[in-house]
C-alpha cells in the first residue's frame, strides 16, 4: 500500500458544481496534514493546513477522518480558476512529509 | 513572485556532461530541500538541509551531490545521469524543518531532460 494514496481522476466537473476528493494515508501516527494546489508546469503552492477539528477558508474546506486515516477537500461554488492538481500531503514516520501523487481537477465552463 | 529562485529552468544535458542547478531563497528560512517531481509520480524528497547542515538524504544516488554553503542557497550537482534522471527538480524552503507545522515555499523548478 502506497503511504499516501489519490485518485489521479482527472475529475471534469461543471463550474459552479461542488467538488470533492480524499487521500488516504497509511501511517497511524501522521501529525500533520496539508493540501497544496500546483498549476501545469508550475511548482506547488500551499492551499490549506487541515486540522483534526476540520477547517474552512472561504469555498474550500478540509477535513481530517483519522479513523479511517484519510483527509478529504470540498470545493464548492467551482470556478475555472480551480482547475488544477492537487496534492495531499502528510507527515511521515521521521516527520518528514510524504507527497501524494495528485488528483487532477478540470472545471468546465 | 515567488521568494525561491531556481536557474536555469530549463536544461538539457548528456550521460557525460556535469552540469548544477542553483536555488536561492530570500525568505529567511531556515530550511532547504530538494525534491523530484516525475511524471504522474509524488514529489520525491531527495535532500533537507537545516541551518547548512545536511539532515536527510533519502537514498539518493551519488550522481546527484548537494551543497548548501549557507542558508539562502542551494545547488545540486549533477554528473553522469541515466534517462531515469530525466524530471523536474524542485527547490522549496520552510521557516523550520518538519515536525514543525510550516509552510513549504517552491521554486518554479528546473526541468531536466537527459539525452
Known amino acids: 500500500r502506497k503511504e499516501v494514496e489519490q485518485d489521479p481522476g482527472p475529475f471534469n466537473v461543471p463550474e459552479g458544481a461542488t467538488v470533492a476528493f480524499n487521500c488516504t494515508y497509511s501511517n497511524s501516527a501522521s501529525q500533520s496534514f496539508f493540501w497544496y494546489r500546483q498549476d501545469c508546469r508550475k511548482e506547488p503552492k500551499l492551499l490549506m493546513s487541515v486540522y483534526s477539528s476540520g477547517n474552512e477558508d472561504g469555498r474550500f474546506t478540509a477535513q481530517l477522518n483519522r479513523a479511517s486515516q484519510y483527509i478529504s477537500l470540498l470545493i464548492r461554488d467551482s470556478k475555472l480558476s480551480d482547475s488544477a492538481t492537487y496534492l495531499c500531503?502528510?507527515?511521515?514516520?521521521?516527520?518528514?512529509?510524504?507527497w501524494g501523487a495528485g488528483t487532477k481537477l478540470i472545471i468546465k465552463p | 513572485e515567488t521568494g525561491v529562485t531556481q536557474t536555469p529552468r530549463h536544461l538539457v544535458m548528456g550521460m557525460t556532461n556535469k552540469k548544477s542547478l542553483k536555488c536561492e531563497q530570500h525568505?529567511?528560512?531556515?530550511?532547504m530541500y530538494w525534491y523530484k517531481q516525475s511524471a504522474k509520480k509524488p514529489l520525491e524528497l531527495m535532500f533537507v538541509?537545516?541551518?547548512?547542515?545536511?539532515?536527510e538524504n533519502n537514498s539518493v544516488p551519488s550522481r546527484f551531490s548537494p551543497e548548501c554553503p549557507n542558508s539562502s542557497h542551494l545547488f545540486l550537482h549533477l554528473h553522469t545521469l541515466q534517462p531515469e534522471d530525466s524530471a523536474l527538480y524542485l527547490c522549496a524552503s520552510s521557516q523550520e524543518e518538519p515536525p514543525s507545522n510550516t509552510e513549504a515555499f517552491f521554486g518554479q523548478g528546473t526541468r531536466l531532460t537527459v539525452v
Open positions: 500531503v502528510v507527515s511521515g514516520s521521521n516527520y518528514q512529509l510524504i
Open positions: 525568505l529567511g528560512h531556515n530550511a
Open positions: 538541509y537545516n541551518f547548512k547542515e545536511q539532515t
